[in-house]
Nanobody, 124 residues
Framework: QVQLVESGGGLVQAGGSLRLSCAASGRTFSSYVMGWFRQAPGKEREFVATITRSGGHTYYADSVKGRFTISRDNAKNTVWLQMNSLKPEDTAVYYC?????????????????WGQGTQVTVSS
């Protein structure tokens, strides 16, 4: 089992940047594929980015490709989401999630562990 705690959310103007962090504790962090998801009010939770166990491969939603970067440090039990060129439509609660599958996945139900979320608000 793994526990996840996100931080780094906040209020930023359009065009600005934020860096989200997700600290993990519990079972070996390096055994999990990690992902970031987001949920805006009245909308379903949607995939943002995911990274392999080693950090060697990543996959992004088209809506954030080229603007967001996911990374991890297994020695620090941490995964990050660097968000640049933020837009008002990026406003949402952002969640970190862990998946025991070996392959990257963008499907929320395949992630068995979730953090509590951190609010990101982008003003126009």
């Amino acid at each position: 089992q793994v526990q996840l705690v996100e931080s780094g959310g906040g209020l930023v103007q359009a065009g600005g940047s934020l860096r989200l962090s997700c600290a993990a504790s519990g079972r070996t962090f390096s055994s999990y594929v990690m992902g970031w998801f987001r949920q805006a009010p009245g909308k379903e939770r949607e995939f943002v980015a995911t990274i392999t166990r080693s950090g060697g491969h990543t996959y992004y939603a088209d809506s954030v490709k080229g603007r967001f970067t996911i990374s991890r440090d297994n020695a620090k039990n941490t995964v990050w989401l660097q968000m640049n060129s933020l837009k008002p439509e990026d406003t949402a609660v952002y969640y970190c999630a862990a998946c025991v599958r070996a392959l990257l996945t963008s499907t929320p139900r395949e992630y068995g562990y979730w953090g509590q979320g951190t609010q990101v608000t982008v003003s126009s």
